[in-house]
């Protein structure tokens, strides 16, 4: 089961891990956030979590710097919108929380691309254990999620 090598087919699509990111981060969504509270990105732990179920390890060296980009815009955005929500009427707050959702999505699609571009393959996989590992949570509440 090792050597079997993955092929691009075999990974989710943008919209499907989309959907299916939206499926898990709202069942725990306050979990999921402590990742970014922790310095964390939380597309990238999805995408390590949903490859843990996989059975497809892979490397964080590799995927780190598909959120050098979008992580540039985003985190601004994010902390604009956060500052500004007091200011602004629930239109404007829900366009800005509109426009955030689109760079998550975008992320989450140059974090696909970039993974599609690996040679991947199955194997025994601690991608969100390493990555919480590394931000020092791996005994936090996403400690259950870890295959």
């Known amino acids: ?4 090598r993955i092929a691009s087919h075999e990974l989710p ?30 597309n ?5 979590h949903r490859l843990d179920q996989d059975g497809i390890p ?11 980009h979008t992580e540039a815009v985003l985190v601004p955005w994010r902390a604009l919108r956060a500052s500004a929500k007091s200011r602004l009427d629930e239109a404007e707050y829900q366009s800005m929380l509109a426009h955030e959702l689109e760079l998550e999505r975008l992320q989450q699609g140059v974090l696909l691309q970039t993974l599609r571009a690996l040679p991947l393959r199955r ?16 005994q936090g509440p996403l400690r259950d999620l870890i295959c």
């Open 1 to 4: 089961m090792t050597d079997e």
């Open 13 to 42: 699509s943008p919209v499907e891990f989309w959907h299916w990111s939206g499926k898990h981060y709202g069942q725990r969504s306050q979990d999921w956030l402590e990742v970014q509270t922790l310095g964390g990105n939380v």
């Open 44 to 48: 990238l732990a999805l995408l390590l």
């Open 58 to 68: 892979v490397s964080l060296l590799d995927l780190k710097p598909a959120l050098t």
């Open 123 to 138: 194997g025994e996989s601690h991608n969100l254990l390493n990555y919480l590992s590394l931000l020092g949570a791996q």
